[in-house]
């Protein structure tokens, strides 16, 4: 019998109202049943966010410090728990364990990031026109959080926004993926051993249209941070204006690496092997397409396509395994969908194109990595994301030309160049709309004191990590005391 695991609503750990429950199945192994977890929908969504409400005023009180040690636990709990959190989402996802045990870490420095900036939430002071009289602006946190998360980065993800969300001190009604409820279960059990108050952390299993929506359209959550799908965020944004929610959106992307002829083609030869069939290729980040200079051509796919046919597919538990399953059947269907695509738009299949269900990956949702070659700027495997192990290589003439079919998607995640000519790389951080740029480095890499999200329609212009990401869980107050003791009208008393 699998695990049945449950909600966590109003401090307490609950099943769906309905009974229900959905399985969490291993895509390396789809016979192994993960647990099953509570189907929920608006009721429980009620619930949760009354319970968020109800806890909201003593966690707002509670000094920002104060907050910040409980996330410094957080911190330490997954710190020892590190590896076993890590071999449990590789199970659920696929990826293999060197990339959740990064993900993991990812969680651990945000929550020490958060820490400290409990003692920091920066306001301002300035001076007032006016004599006797003080003005400041400070931080205030805004109410109810909504986070809704994707499964590609199960404890990542979650921290980025979960975090800063209590420290600046709102209260979380959580909804993560489908895809990986446990991780999501065993973040919201390390943070209430920590400390933070039961009710103020909320968690609620199920689809997004039978979750996610009834929380979007609340009038009691104050904010909505979401990654995943241009579309689902596009009427996220729309719904939410009814209510007149700030919202976070982090969408898609279509990445590219550029390699210019001056580069040093071992090394952009690790990056693109990183960038496109880590994690499966389902990153936003992940590296997409290859802007290749037409000198190096040649010589360069020879390399690729002989490293990128040697990756071995397989268990990510498995030591020896380069590259894990995708994360459903689903993924499959799209990643194959575009394979089409691709092969009557006329660009050439230079590796890989299919689901593998070799040996011991009989029964898992594995994926070939697969490379594209004579990709035209037009096509739309040059254009839409694939979420996949799909390469498409893209030929070039001169950096100008590299700049420009980079630029021509309506997305602008991450992105990078290989090249060893100064002033290449710096034209290359002015004109690449994107986000991110990384030179001589592949199109992941993400920290977590850096901001991190993307131009055009890959978000509405908020930003994660860093510094950033507090200015999106707090309201500025502006202050002003007046110690003259009469009444003084300002823009009038004084000119
Ligand atoms: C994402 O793909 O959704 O550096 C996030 C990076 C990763 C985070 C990616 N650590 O790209």
Redesign the pocket.
């Known amino acids: 019998m699998s695990k049945r695991y449950q909600n966590h609503i109003g401090g307490k750990w609950i099943d769906a109202v309905s009974g229900e429950t959905f399985e969490n199945r291993n895509p390396a192994n789809w016979n192994e049943i993960i647990g099953t977890f509570p189907s929920s929908g608006a009721e429980e969504v009620n619930a949760a966010v009354e319970s968020a409400r109800e806890a909201f005023d003593a966690w707002r009180l509670t000094p920002a410090p104060e907050r910040g040690d409980i996330l410094r636990r957080v911190g330490d709990i997954m710190t020892a728990r590190k590896k076993e959190i890590a071999s449990n989402m590789t199970r659920e996802m696929g990826k293999v364990l060197d990339e959740t045990m990064g993900d993991v870490q990812?969680g651990i420095d945000t929550a020490y990031y958060a820490a400290t900036e409990g003692r920091r939430m920066f306001g301002h002071t300035v001076p007032s026109e006016l004599h006797n009289k003080f003005n400041m602006s400070v931080r205030r946190p805004i109410g109810v959080a909504g986070i809704i998360t994707?499964w590609?980065?199960p404890m990542?993800?979650p921290t980025w926004k979960i975090f800063p969300a209590l420290v600046c001190g709102n209260t979380v009604v959580f909804k993560p993926a489908s895809d990986t409820p446990l991780t999501a279960t065993t973040f919201v059990e390390i943070l209430i051993e920590a400390g933070i108050p039961p009710k103020a952390i909320n968690l609620v299993h199920g689809r997004g249209s039978a979750v996610g929506t009834p929380l979007v359209n609340h009038e009691n959550v104050d904010l909505i941070s979401f990654?995943g799908s241009t579309v689902v965020g596009k009427s996220i944004s729309k719904s939410a204006s009814d209510t007149l929610k700030r919202v976070s959106l982090e969408l898609g992307g279509k990445n590219a690496q550029i390699v210019l002829d001056d580069a040093d083609l071992e090394l952009a030869l690790e990056g693109v092997l990183w960038g496109a069939f880590g994690t499966t290729g389902q990153?936003?980040?992940a590296t997409s397409r290859l802007i290749l200079h037409a000198k190096v051509y040649d010589r360069f796919m020879e390399m690729l396509t002989s490293r990128a046919a040697s990756l071995r597919l397989g268990d990510g538990l498995q030591s020896d395994t380069d590259v894990g399953p995708m994360v459903n059947q689903d993924q499959i269907d799209t990643v194959q969908r575009y394979i089409g695509i691709g092969k009557d738009e006329g660009a050439k299949l230079a590796l890989g194109g299919s689901p593998y269900r070799e040996g011991a990956c009989a029964d898992g949702w594995f994926h070939e990595p697969t490379i594209f070659t004579e990709v035209t700027p037009e096509m739309r495997i040059a254009k839409e994301e694939i979420f996949g192990p799909v390469l498409s290589v893209l030929t070039i003439n001169s950096f100008e030309e590299a700049i420009q079919v980079l630029n021509n998607t309506k997305y602008g995640l991450?992105s990078s160049i290989y090249t060893n000519d100064v002033n290449c790389a710096f034209k290359a951080m002015r004109d690449i709309e994107a986000g991110i740029t990384y030179i001589n480095g592949p199109t992941?890499?993400?920290e977590a004191h850096m901001p991190f999200g993307g131009v055009k329609e890959t978000g509405n212009g908020h930003r994660e990590g860093g510094w950033e990401v507090y200015e999106f869980y707090t309201e500025t107050k502006s202050v002003f005391v007046d110690y003259s003791g009469k009444l003084q009208r300002a823009q009038i008393d004084n000119y």
């Open positions: 990812e994707p590609n980065f990542a993800i990654t990153r936003c980040t991450s992941i890499g993400a």
